[in-house]
């Protein structure tokens, strides 16, 4: 089964780091490109990048641009979305999904992972 | 950036209803648009992604169509289990943008 799985809820305190993570399983990883998504409470889907783990190559938002850490690590079949300083604002749920190769959509979404930032 | 704008951001319908939601982009996008229906506490689920092709395991009451700026999702007899919030997307480019959303509610 072609899955992505992700790391579990997360309560930080404001300017705390966290790294989450999105492992894919039954699929060849490297050859996909896997994206992250946030979903704010109550609100819609906002794309933050994307990375292709075969080169690493990523691509970011302009609105997560130095906000966010996008990498992948081929060996262990993981991506992951990384903060160095996190703030109340980033609260939300984040999702993982895979982009499909010949359609550009993305066709696998992980279970999400929520974020809490409070002090 | 493309910017999605769905209407209308909410409706109510009733089970066997024909529903139509509308997806137009800031400028063309051919046929790169794809949409999403999601539950609560759910992930996002593709049903439609090049406009009009019907996702595998997706029934075939949902369908798609447009091309260039305008683009359409209808639903032909709503079911219960259809009663969700449904985004667009386009995947024309970077940055990737989705529509605001519409949430479905019953009637």
């Known amino acids: 089964e072609v899955q992505l799985v992700q790391s579990g809820a997360e309560v930080k305190k404001p300017g705390e780091s966290l790294k989450i993570s999105c492992k894919g399983s039954g699929y060849s990883f490297i050859n996909y490109w896997i994206g992250w998504v946030r979903q704010m409470p109550g609100k819609g889907l906002e794309w933050m990048g994307i990375i292709y783990p075969g080169d690493s190559d990523t691509r970011y938002s302009p609105s997560f641009q130095g906000q966010v850490t996008i990498s992948a690590d081929k060996s262990t079949r993981t991506a992951y979305l990384q903060w160095s300083s996190l703030k109340a604002s980033d609260t939300a749920i984040y999702y993982c999904a895979r982009r499909d190769r010949e359609s550009d959509a993305f066709d696998i979404w992980g279970q999400g992972t929520m974020v809490t930032v409070s002090s | 950036d493309i910017q999605m704008t769905q209407s209308p951001s909410s409706l109510s319908a009733s089970v066997g209803d024909r529903v139509t939601i509308t997806c137009r982009a800031s400028?063309?996008?051919?046929?790169?648009l794809n949409w999403y229906q999601q539950k609560p506490g759910k992930a996002p689920k593709l049903l439609i992604y090049a406009a009009s092709s019907l996702q595998s395991g997706v029934p075939s009451r949902f369908s798609g169509g447009g091309s260039a700026t305008d683009f359409t999702l209808t639903i032909s007899s709503l079911q219960p289990e259809d009663f969700a919030t449904y985004y667009c997307?386009?995947?024309?480019?970077?940055?990737?943008?989705f529509g605001q959303g519409t949430r479905l509610e019953i009637k």
């Open positions: 400028q063309t996008i051919n046929t790169y």
């Open positions: 997307q386009q995947s024309y480019n970077t940055p990737i943008t």
